[in-house]
């Protein structure tokens, strides 16, 4: 088949780039070019800017059997894309969130009929409303695919960035939301890919919305004790503090706390392995944490002054409460 990807070197894309090349795909890769070196040759790459009309208008003059969407978060983009691609491609594959489900989780496990209904979260919000633009048309046939925390050169934290790896390394406590033992599913891109992958052209998948994500889950607290191991930490510290509390420091962490990480969340994957087969996601996080701190190391010196600060101040104030 003919597949473009639109990114394609970010923590999904780039596996997933690799595996349909695998599969004979003939494929396409649409970005700037400032990143594609590790990606196959046998890619054909088109440079160019998502915001550039001129230079993306053109792409729907190739035709493609499928397009894997991973660079849209507003409504009026994929808007254009329904304009654009109707009738010049035969499945449109668009990425969405699993962070789009109905937050306080309210039954698990989740399944694709789990409400899509976040309060909290901006980023989440403006993904389920681009999915019903989509379902609402008839033009250009789609499929929702919905990761949750997909991982491949970044390290799974609570936060953004990477200060929590270098608070590790710089011997600096940790702070965790709640009491760690909240259940979250981190799904490593080379176990992700190989079931994606399988959608691309499948007529079961047509219409259709689907997360993928691995079958097992772990607190918070194995998760960074996995990334204190792969960094080889063993001096570590957890200061634990109630999420409500959290968002009180920065209310900017209300999205990606209570609309997404303070939850426990457990994937019914059913109706997508009722697509593409069975299929189980190997990579453990302490396996999937050295290959991120073999192939990506990070800087400790290299970190958000504000937010580390931040986060003394939060460590220093939990402690003098005897926390």
């Given amino acids: 088949m003919k597949v473009l990807y639109i990114g394609g070197t970010g923590e999904i894309s780039f596996d997933c780039i690799h595996q349909s090349v695998e599969l004979g795909h003939e494929v396409t890769v649409f970005n700037r070019g400032n990143n594609n070196a590790a990606l196959p040759d046998e890619c054909k790459f088109i440079v160019g800017d998502i915001h550039d009309d001129a230079v993306y208008s053109k792409l729907a003059d190739e035709n493609f059997d499928v397009i894997c969407q991973f660079r849209l978060f507003s409504t009026d983009e994929i808007k254009r894309d329904i304009e654009l691609f109707a009738g010049h491609c035969g499945q449109y594959v668009f ?3 699993a962070s789009a489900y109905q937050k306080p989780v309210r039954g698990l496990p989740i399944t694709e009929q789990t409400p899509l209904d976040n309060p909290y979260w ?12 989509l379902r609402a048309q008839s033009g250009l046939p789609y499929t929702i ?8 050169t970044h390290m799974p934290t609570p936060w953004s960035g990477n200060i929590d790896v270098s608070r590790m390394l710089r011997g600096k406590p940790v702070v965790v939301h709640g009491d760690g033992e909240s259940l979250w599913t981190v799904t490593y891109a080379t176990d992700f890919a190989p079931p994606f992958v399988k959608l691309l052209g ?3 998948a047509l219409g259709e919305d689907f997360h993928l994500t691995g079958d097992r889950q772990w607190s918070w607290n194995e998760i960074l004790e996995a990334v204190a191991a792969a960094l080889k930490v063993t001096d570590y510290q957890f200061v634990h503090v109630a999420t409500d509390t959290l968002v009180r420091y920065n209310p900017d962490w209300v999205g990606p706390l209570l609309g997404d990480k303070a939850a426990s969340v457990i994937f019914d994957n059913s109706k997508i392995k009722s697509v593409v087969g069975d299929f189980d996601c190997l ?3 302490w396996e ?3 290959k991120v701190a073999s192939a990506f190391p990070v800087d400790p010196d290299v970190f958000d002054a504000q937010d580390d600060t931040l986060h003394d101040r939060i460590v220093r104030e939990q402690l003098a409460l005897g926390g």
Avoid at 122 to 133: I, P, V
Avoid at 145 to 152: A, E, G, I, L
Wanted: no cysteine; charged share 30%.
């Fill in 145 to 152: 695919v919905r990761p949750s925390h997909t991982y491949r």
């Fill in 95 to 97: 990425i969405s969130t």
């Fill in 283 to 285: 990579i453990d996080p």
């Fill in 202 to 204: 499948s007529k079961k």
């Fill in 288 to 290: 999937g944490m050295r």
């Fill in 122 to 133: 901006g980023y989440s919000q403006t993904k389920a409303e681009m999915e019903r633009l």
